[in-house]
């Protein structure tokens, strides 16, 4: 990707006003009604608009008021929110790696926007000393989050599209926000796993390395610390794949001037493509990934990946079928053959000693999770040679028929 523009939220990612809110509320539960205000029921208030907050912890403490006084109580709570921000705000309030990231982006040329809900927004980010090179103004947004509108504010002032911005969020109507926009979206924290973002850090510490790696390709991983990769497909923000086209493929098909005529007539369609975390080549270690094979045929035979033994023959690899279906060809090097079913849910173990290929009988993206023993290396020769026993094809009806491969039988009678 090309990162020309960094949206950032305000509260949870540039800076934790938290204590503040808990402040502001302690001093109205205790001023209005006589009560101690607990970390416990704040705890509730984390991600809800102000006047649902009102009413969730008059509920809590049993407060009996109407409508109007909880109005009231509110707007009394922002302002002592809002002055207590005036007295004690300062540049200590800035989240880890915020500081850094912002210097980063701006070195390396890319803009900055601020996408807040909050009113306070402007006066925040003066206090802390903190620059954007655009701020959009809350006040002229039709819809607030999940709605895509503050994202896409920020998007048309640099006149870019969606996939040359990031998006920056802490909590799940936010993520949500910066996906609807079209933009990836690098969510922080606990609350956004189940939001779909395209990456999800622990803390805003990590910022200014994700942003590096954004901009510069991903670093070596942490292989004796352990890490977390997005592998996801479509993962708008991994590290670049492996592809393989038809014209890679010609000799693997059966059918080779079908592919040849395919290949005349101007087009290399895309066939299957990998994204491999490169684990360090150890016995103890696990190499994994996703594969993501696509739909089609070359004359009548389903489109495939090359296949191969592992070159530590007595190795076996698990692949997890995350999307689409189809089956996994595996054979050894005696006479055994076997097909497993590949489709979401299901786990198919390729047994130590058996070469194994991927085979998309369905007419969307194949999508497996793979991991095999870090050193077992690739021995491609011998299936490249020779192929597999069995051809996968579509029948005329568009059925699927497991047929021996001639020329294998050959080789194999000689
Ligand atoms: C997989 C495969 C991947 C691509 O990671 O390498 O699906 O298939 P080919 O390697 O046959 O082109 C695996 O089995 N690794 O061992
Ligand atoms: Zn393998």
Known sequence: MHLRVAVFDLDGVIVSTDTFHFEAWKRLFAKRWGIVHTPAAEELTKGVARFECMKLLARYYGIRADEEELHRAAEEKNRIYQQLLQEQLSPANILPGIPQTLVLLKERGVRTALASSSRNAPFIINRLGLTFDYCVDPAAIPHGKPAPDIYLAAMDHFGVSAQECVGVEDAVSGVASILAAGMPA???????????????????????????????????????????AALAAPARLRAPTEQRRLSQLTGYFEDRRAAENILASGSDPLVYEYHQLNAPRDPGDVAFGVTTLYPGVVGSEFYMTKGHFHGVLETGEVYYALQGSGLLLTEDRHRHTRWLPLAPGRAAYAAKGFAHRMVNTGDEPLVCFFAYRADAGHDYKTIEQSGFRKLVLRTEGGGVSIQDNPKKKQEEEV
Do not use: H
């Open 186 to 228: 690098i969510g922080i924290g606990p609350a956004v796993i189940a939001a779909r973002a395209d990456v999800v850090l622990e803390t805003t510490a990590q910022l200014p390395q994700t942003f590096e790696e954004l901009l510069d390709g991903p670093r070596q991983l942490d292989w004796a610390g352990g890490f977390c």
